[in-house]
């Protein structure tokens, strides 16, 4: 597959302003809950104003935070279901095991009355008694097959026992498993709610023209990086690493614009790890869901021979993601409030580069 054709964007432009956030708070009572929820809170103006800059850098860590906790979420969904299927597919097992375990007890009791109604006296006497001793002795040997049968009937529902026994085992255990994933699934959820309300909080205490001035703001700064100081980004000639990394660049590429939503997998809005599995499953590849997941999704290599396709991983906790698409430059979805767009590499702190 050919590689997408590079963009080359002109002089810079503000990206899309922020999307529209509702209004949960009043002024006054969100920015006291913003100080609350922060380590500390805006400095103000003599006039009594927050100052943008140091609203702009709580909010910046109130939305790495909810994204540390939206990733968390994401992971403990994924073993949610793993583990719902797991737990479905014992509780079939032990149905099934329990069905087989009564059909061996039905037959065991079959052959228990047969062995009684043909060995009900001492077989010496029967022996001795008997005026047809060659039908008697091969009577006896049909008991003694009987015997041998009730045996291993014994030994094979002892067996079937102690399997039942496990796979209930095992399934209370998943159910057990399920039920704590579910719980720390709440927290995460209540955590990145909190998170968002705390940043809300602090952007409404700042007026509507400063909040759609930072965004800009936001926007034209990563555009700068990206272009390194020149007038437009260059991406390079560098070939994709393959012929579905390429098609997951042209897929990552076609996205730019579109607004970030937490726990979002596309076609219209993304999270970040999000962005990275839809582009990859347009190239025909199921990546893990979360940043840190698919930092083990591929072959580990170095920064320097990052090709176009290749996945970066940011910060030590590894809960940001980005598609490497050339030229020093990543495409991701940054944060609430932000679109999709380009990034220097170099922006944030790389943990590791996958080639899937």
């Known amino acids: 597959m050919a590689m997408p054709q590079r963009p080359v964007l002109p002089g810079r432009t503000s990206q899309q302003g922020p999307r529209r956030l509702a ?24 006039a009594g104003r927050p100052d943008k800059n140091e609203v702009k850098a709580q909010v910046d860590q109130l939305y790495a935070e909810a994204e540390q906790a939206s990733e968390r979420a ?25 069905e087989q375990l009564n059909t061996m007890r039905t037959g065991l009791s079959g052959l228990a009355a047969a062995q009684y109604r043909a060995g009900g006296m001492d077989p010496a006497v029967q022996l001795m008694l008997s005026s047809d001793p060659d039908g008697y002795l091969a009577r006896a040997s049909s008991l003694a097959q009987l015997g041998r049968e009730r045996a291993d009937s014994l030994r094979g529902i002892q067996q079937q026992q102690r ?21 720390a699934l709440g ?13 809300q909080a602090l952007l409404n205490s700042l007026t509507a023209a400063e909040r759609t001035q930072l965004a800009a703001q936001d926007a034209d700064q990563a555009e700068q990086r990206a ?12 070939p994709a690493a393959s012929d579905r990394a390429a098609a997951a660049v042209a897929a990552v590429l076609s996205r730019i614009g579109s607004p970030y939503v937490y726990g979002s997998t596309g076609p219209g809005a993304f999270d970040c790890s999000g962005l990275m599995y839809w582009s990859w499953r347009q190239a025909g590849v199921s990546l893990p869901r979360t940043s840190q997941a698919q930092a083990f999704g591929g072959q580990r290599i170095s920064l320097a021979e990052a090709r176009p396709g290749d996945l970066v991983i940011f910060f030590k906790d590894m809960h940001h993601v980005g598609m490497y698409v050339g030229g020093g430059t990543v495409v991701h979805a940054p944060h609430p409030g932000a679109r999709v767009r380009y990034e220097s590499v170099s922006a944030m702190p790389v943990a590791a580069v996958v080639r899937v």
């Open 23 to 46: 209004r949960v708070l009043a002024v006054t009572a969100a920015a006291t809950t913003a100080l609350a929820i922060t380590a500390g809170g805006a400095q103000a103006d003599p």
């Open 74 to 98: 994401t992971a403990a969904e994924e073993d949610a279901k793993r583990l719902q299927a797991e737990a479905t597919a014992l509780q079939g097992e032990v149905a099934a095991d329990q």
């Open 163 to 183: 399997r039942l026994d496990q796979r209930r085992a095992e399934a209370t255990g998943k159910l057990a498993e399920l039920e704590a994933v579910r719980d």
């Open 187 to 199: 927290r995460s959820k209540q955590q990145v709610q909190a998170k968002l309300r705390g940043a």
């Open 227 to 238: 272009a390194r100081g020149a007038d437009r980004i260059d991406l390079g000639s560098q």
